[in-house]
């Protein structure tokens, strides 16, 4: 959830995560991504959105209003990370590489954008 937020907001960008949330605080319905249950709490689909993993759980619905995770910009940026792991040219095994590489960390120790996502999505298919 980390890699979709930003620190800044470019001019004429929507706002999100905390650029959104502003100074809106509840420790029960604010979902931290530092939770290590974080990732639990949310579903994505393959055409990247964000939904919570259960239909009545509160703070999973609104830390996706309040951090405004499902706007159509953060919804196309998942799409087209989703989008090359989709190809119908892909082998079971390419895809299987596909999937464990990008799931590993790269040269500087960090994972791809929309990690989560991927993991949450493809990864049953990793080595």
């Known amino acids: 959830m980390m890699c979709s937020c930003l620190n800044e907001v470019k001019k004429g960008e929507p706002r999100h995560c905390g650029n959104a949330k ?23 689909t393959g055409d990247g959105r964000i939904n919570p993993s259960q239909p009545n759980d ?8 309040k951090l405004r995770l499902d ?11 989703i989008e090359p792991f989709l190809d119908e040219m892909l082998s079971p095994l390419e895809l299987q590489a596909f999937v464990s590489g990008y799931l590993s960390r790269d ?18 298919l990793a080595r």
């Open 71 to 81: 706007i159509p910009k953060l919804r196309a940026m998942r799409s087209q990370v």
């Open 58 to 65: 509160h703070a999973a619905i609104q830390t996706i209003i």
């Open 107 to 124: 040269d500087q120790g960090k994972y791809g954008e929309f990690w989560t996502t991927i993991r949450q999505l493809f990864g049953a």
């Open 22 to 44: 502003e100074d809106w605080f509840s420790e029960s319905l604010l979902i931290s991504p530092f939770d290590p249950a974080c990732e639990t709490k949310f579903n994505f």
